[in-house]
């Protein structure tokens, strides 16, 4: 007997950069020893190409452009069919992402549907009331939703009303990668001379739901040093905002590092800080790094997987959103007290190793799709496959 067919209906896939790409490349790159993997995504340009990505092919389809966050692939329906060979296997639908939504209702492929809700539509609130009753269709075809925490199963509009069905899977990260080497102790010892003062890292795209505005306005407060890594849309605007409050000496903005150098500024910090002030932010996978390398994290408290990434007193500090009295206030706490610092960052490390490897993260969707493909999920089968997971 052949393999079971594993179709992921994506946004983008590696080398594209994303939260989502990159949870879909890692899953596929673990997935691909059992099941025989396919991703079907967008590709940047208007052409369809197929490639082998690390022993996983992935079909990126003519990508006409964006209209409000997703990719316009007409021949994604027609590409679809033609993959989905084997009534038997599983489609792995990852949203927020119409385009792969609309295909997949437009080819009506065979074979178990599971549906990976990464995020609600936050942003564009008109277009999710249009789209509504489409997502309800879809919800109610699946057989069975992922969320990455519990959190957002009792948060979502959505998913409430699907809990008998959902399943937390979270997102997972490759410890590997951020394990101290010399060389990157070698880099962090020359981060933390370059800069001189404790070290405050921010990484993440520069966009309106990163709260950006209330870390600007609470570094007054603050004395260390702000890095800031990352692009987006909002990078000319911090970066006068910067200039314009005279923090050019408080806030460094770095564009242009990379993932290696990446490690060695999380093991060079203090502390991490994640100041995010609306329900676009997930998850915070960025937490799960800064965890990884021994570092408390200081987030806020949104009604998403956050708080529940970053527990409270225990792997760092949560803070009310929008309210750069308590950030400051929670962030020079943990400057003034260094064995607060190393008991959090020690909690943290031992946090992702016991529930955020990309090893366990892979065992527990595998523990979803033996469930879809013998039977279904049952309502008793989903409470008790979620308690194995961090409360």
């Known amino acids: 007997m052949g393999r079971i067919k594993l179709i992921q209906l994506g946004k983008y896939y590696y080398p594209v950069p994303g939260g989502m790409e990159t949870h879909l490349y890692d899953t596929c790159n673990?997935?691909?020893?059992?099941?025989?993997?396919?991703?079907?995504?967008?590709?940047?340009?208007?052409?369809?190409?197929?490639?082998?990505?690390?022993?996983?092919?992935?079909?990126?389809?003519?990508?006409?452009?964006?209209?409000?966050?997703?990719?316009?692939?007409?021949t994604l329906p027609n590409h679809l069919v033609k993959s989905n060979g084997n009534p038997a296997g599983l489609i792995q639908l990852h949203l927020p992402n119409p385009m792969a939504h609309i295909s997949y209702l437009l080819a009506r492929p065979q074979g178990r549907l599971i549906v990976t809700w990464h995020s609600d539509i936050i942003k564009q609130k008109w277009l999710s009331k249009v789209y509504r009753t489409q997502l309800y269709h879809l919800l109610e075809r699946a057989d069975c939703i992922v969320a990455t925490s519990p959190n957002y199963i009792n948060h979502s509009p959505f998913l409430n009303k699907y809990e008998h069905k959902c399943a937390v899977v979270p997102l997972g990260i490759r410890v590997e990668k951020f394990r101290a080497s010399y060389e990157v102790n070698r880099k962090a010892s020359l981060i933390r001379q370059r800069y001189d003062r404790p070290i405050i890292l921010f990484v993440g795209r520069l966009t309106y739901y990163k709260g950006l505005d209330v870390?600007?306005?609470?570094?007054?407060?603050?004395?260390?040093?702000?890095?800031?890594?990352?692009?987006?849309?909002?990078?000319?605007?911090?970066?006068r905002l910067v200039d314009q409050n005279g923090l050019a000496d408080k806030?460094?903005?770095?564009?242009?590092?990379?993932?290696?150098?990446?490690?060695?500024?999380?093991?060079?910090?203090?502390?991490?800080?994640?100041?995010?002030?609306?329900?676009?932010?997930?998850?915070?996978?960025?937490?799960l790094e800064a965890m990884t390398c021994g570092k408390p994290v200081v987030s806020t408290n949104l009604t998403t997987g956050v708080p529940w990434v970053n527990?409270?007193?225990?792997?760092?500090?949560?803070?009310?959103?929008?309210?750069?009295?308590?950030?400051?206030?929670?962030?020079?706490?943990?400057l003034k007290n260094e064995r607060e610092r190393i008991r959090l960052g020690?909690?943290?490390?031992?946090?992702?190793?016991?529930?955020?490897?990309?090893e366990k993260v892979t065992q527990k969707l595998e523990q979803v799709y033996h469930?879809?493909?013998?039977?279904?999920?049952?309502?008793?089968?989903?409470?008790?496959?979620?308690?194995?997971i961090a409360s």
């Open 30 to 74: 673990q997935l691909k020893h059992k099941y025989d993997v396919e991703v079907l995504v967008a590709n940047t340009q208007p052409r369809t190409v197929v490639q082998y990505v690390a022993g996983v092919r992935v079909q990126r389809m003519a990508n006409l452009g964006e209209v409000f966050s997703s990719p316009i692939c007409p």
């Open 215 to 239: 870390l600007l306005e609470s570094a007054d407060r603050i004395p260390a040093k702000f890095l800031l890594i990352g692009t987006g849309p909002l990078q000319q605007k911090v970066q």
């Open 251 to 287: 806030i460094f903005l770095l564009h242009n590092v990379t993932d290696d150098d990446l490690v060695s500024y999380y093991h060079a910090c203090d502390l991490a800080v994640l100041p995010s002030n609306e329900r676009s932010e997930a998850f915070g996978i960025v937490q």
């Open 311 to 334: 527990r409270h007193g225990e792997t760092g500090l949560v803070v009310p959103v929008n309210d750069p009295a308590k950030l400051a206030e929670a962030i020079n706490y943990l």
């Open 346 to 358: 020690e909690n943290g490390q031992r946090r992702v190793e016991r529930h955020f490897t990309l």
């Open 371 to 388: 469930q879809v493909l013998n039977g279904g999920m049952r309502y008793n089968d989903v409470p008790e496959m979620n308690k194995t």
